[in-house]
């Protein structure tokens, strides 16, 4: 399943046509909108920090989600370079302007966006106030940090698409919606992608997957002598599709079984080591 966030009913326009969505009308509180097989919802969050994470996290109490959903937010941000106006990125950091903290989205999935970091603040940003990244909006660093009370940081995506240079109030519903549907073909087409790795067969794991018995051996192998928990099996089963995906195969993998007791640090390390390897 494909959750698409947007904090505005204009933003979301463009999507619930293409996908004809249809309005949930079983739920109250906030627009919620799906199709026909329920592979594509649409939740419409309201705008700000506090509105959008009220939203979402009322969401996955009520939908609970598997280890292969994935939420991806996409609306309009504001912007302090004119030649990112109308582009869609996808965010790979996120700054809460308030707490001056960073999150990180784990970047896992191949991707033709440009990436760039986003930060959020409780307020509309105009051009007199100070930014630490080239994009801004109201909304994404609560929705991460909402939506980790529930999931892995692989499965939340952020497509920002700039619409000023810090005058938000210039921009019109009409020019919303024009920059959201003119970014409908690249942003349908991952959505796209991402909901046929949703809808893999599911392993005796209870973990969507298509690996052959020796991709399935070494699975089981990393598993057992990593001493991995239920999560970082879901986030390896995510690089083994992934590399797959991109190599065809895994017979580039090289993973020798540590000797000795494996601690949680080691552990970490060596999980690191192994992802990077599946990465490359």
Same mark, same amino acid.
């Given at each position: ?9 204009? =933003? ?8 004809? &969505? ?16 329920? $592979? ?56 809460? @302007?308030?707490? %001056? !903290? ?10 033709? *966006?440009?990436? %760039? ?28 940090? %909402? ?9 939340? @995506? ?24 003119? $970014?409908?073909?690249?942003?349908? =087409? ?9 809808? %893999? ?17 070494? *699975? ?5 002598? /990593?001493? &991995? ?20 195969? /895994? ?16 552990? !970490? ?12």
């Amino acid at each position: 399943m494909i959750v698409i966030l947007t904090a505005l009913r204009f =933003e979301a326009t463009p999507f619930i046509k293409h996908y004809s &969505l249809k309005r949930d009308s079983s739920y109250k509180r906030n627009e919620l909108y799906r199709n026909n097989d329920n $592979s594509i919802l649409l939740l419409v969050t309201r705008s700000g920090k506090l509105p959008s994470a009220i939203s979402l996290t009322e969401f996955l109490t009520t939908y609970k989600l598997t280890p292969y959903d994935h939420l991806i937010n996409v609306g309009i941000c504001g912007t302090s370079a004119t030649d990112n106006i109308g582009s869609v990125y996808l965010c790979n950091r996120i700054l809460d @302007h308030d707490t %001056a !903290k960073y999150y990180y989205p784990d970047m896992l999935y191949s991707h033709n *966006f440009s990436e %760039a970091g986003i930060e959020t603040f409780s307020v509309p940003v105009n051009e007199s106030m100070t930014t630490k990244e080239s994009l801004v909006d109201m909304e994404s660093s609560a929705l991460f940090v %909402a939506g980790s009370t529930f999931l892995s940081p692989h499965q939340m @995506h952020f497509l920002k698409i700039p619409s000023d240079m810090l005058e938000p109030d210039k921009v019109s519903k009409n020019d919303v919606n024009t920059l959201i549907l003119d $970014s409908v073909p690249i942003v349908t =087409e991952w959505i796209d992608h991402l909901v046929s790795l949703s809808n %893999a067969e599911t392993s005796a794991y209870g973990f969507p997957t298509s690996l052959f018995p020796e991709e399935q051996k070494l *699975f089981d192998t990393i598993s057992e002598s /990593l001493r &991995l928990s239920v999560t970082m099996k879901e986030q390896l089963l995510q690089l083994f599709i992934y590399h797959k995906l991109i190599h065809g195969d /895994l017979s580039d993998i090289d993973f020798c079984p540590p000797i000795g007791n494996v601690t949680n640090q080691k552990r !970490k390390i060596l999980f690191e080591d192994l992802r990077q390897q599946f990465l490359q």
